[in-house]
């Protein structure tokens, strides 16, 4: 590891200070000390079985901050919450106003004209802080069916006649909680957050999503989840104290587009033990970490969670771990554009998810494994 890092430091320093009167002795330092002044790079490709999968999921209830979604698709049932207090009697009438940001960036996203939906309610004896209403522990006293009209930009929700007859006691607030749900499945209604003018009375507004798909090797984008993945690692000596320059994490590829909401490539994030892992794609037809788009493989870069692990030369661990989540969805398929540095006048990503699913049992399917791909550095006779 010393040797590593020295060999880093004196690369930078070669690289400041190097030019035509004191490169030829830069070189000759580097040679007296055994080192290499430049390497080459030496590929590696070893299999590794998948040891297990661990799937998170939060689906405890938030505020609606800048967009909001009602609907069910891909085994995800989303739910809207609102916290009313009136102070004489409930609007007859909800809307819900549609997000134009969404709808811009994916012009031919649906918006049907009616929606079937049920509607729930229940008293609230008193104010409570965010962090307890967002609990919602009572069940709801009360339900009916409601249809969703559209015109133009706004869906208009009529409320039931037994909602309207509540009244506040005098001199007391009725609180009220409100709960909306959609009938029609694979149908996501996405929302702008309501206001006072949108809902008489209304104090805030929550999303909740529930999973009717219990999948195990299923990931779903848009919703607050991710999937751990264990690898066994049976060949360490290959990695055994050695300079990783690139690292290659390759997975068998779902073939098709099931569970793809919008019909758009989503990217794939891979997260090691130090967080986010950077990669780069160069070209439009090099998108090796996109799911729904073509390939027999997906491809995440780990360079950094692997040069760390060869590293630990003396006390290499049996298995590598790796979290992965999904991502919003690319718009511009065309464009050369690097990761969190767009090189574009047109929009990559999304700024809203889609409700993806995404199947990474052909990734555990009998018989098959992953691939590690390594370029360690190569420095000849001189190391």
């Not at 490169?23 to 790079?41: C, H, N, P, R, V």
């Not at 003018?197 to 929550?206: P, T």
């Not at 979290?323 to 398929?333: I, K, N």
């Not at 929009?347 to 049992?361: C, G, M």
């Amino acid at each position: 590891m010393l040797r590593s890092l020295l060999i880093s430091s004196l690369c930078a320093l070669f690289l400041a200070c190097s030019s035509e009167d004191n490169s030829a002795t830069l070189y000759e330092w580097f040679s007296d000390q055994g080192l290499a002044a430049s390497y080459g790079k030496k590929i590696e490709e070893i299999e590794i079985p998948v040891k297990n999968f661990t799937l998170g999921f939060d689906n405890s209830a938030y505020m609606v901050s800048s967009y909001a979604a009602l609907g069910n698709v891909n085994g995800m049932e989303h739910l809207l919450y609102f916290g009313l207090e009136v102070l004489d009697s409930v609007s007859n009438i909800f809307k819900l106003r549609i997000d134009n940001t969404f709808y811009e960036d994916i012009p031919g996203a649906s918006k049907p004209e009616y929606l079937d939906a049920a509607i729930y309610w229940l008293k609230e004896p008193q104010f409570q802080h965010d962090s307890l209403w967002l609990k919602f522990p009572n069940a709801f006293a009360d339900s009916a069916d409601i249809s969703l009209e559209q015109k133009a930009d706004t869906f208009f929700v009529s409320l039931p006649e037994e909602l309207l007859r509540l009244k506040p006691q005098s001199p007391d607030t009725l609180r009220l909680l409100v709960g909306i749900k959609l009938r029609s499945d694979n149908t996501v209604l996405r929302i702008a957050p309501p206001s006072t003018s949108d809902i008489r009375g209304l104090l805030r507004v929550a999303q909740k999503t529930d999973k009717s798909d219990y999948c195990l090797t299923c990931l779903h984008s848009g919703v607050r989840e991710s999937l751990l993945v264990t690898f066994e690692i049976k060949d360490k000596e290959i990695m055994t104290g050695k300079t990783v320059v690139f690292a290659q994490l390759v997975l068998p590829k779902q073939s098709d587009t099931t569970g793809s909401e919008l019909g758009f490539p989503v990217p794939v994030h891979v997260y090691g033990e130090n967080g986010l892992e950077d990669y780069r794609v160069d070209t439009v037809k090099h998108h090796p970490n996109l799911v729904f788009r073509g390939g027999d493989f997906l491809t995440l870069q780990v360079t950094e969670s692997l040069r760390n692990y060869a590293i630990a030369a003396d006390s290499l661990p049996d298995t590598l771990d790796f979290t992965l989540r999904l991502g919003v969805p690319m718009l511009d398929t065309t464009s050369l554009y690097f990761y969190n540095s767009i090189y574009s006048s047109q929009k990559v990503f999304s700024d809203r998810p889609a409700y993806a699913r995404y199947d990474f049992a052909s990734a555990v399917e009998a018989g098959k494994t992953a691939k590690l791909k390594l370029w360690f550095a190569d420095y000849g006779d001189k190391k």
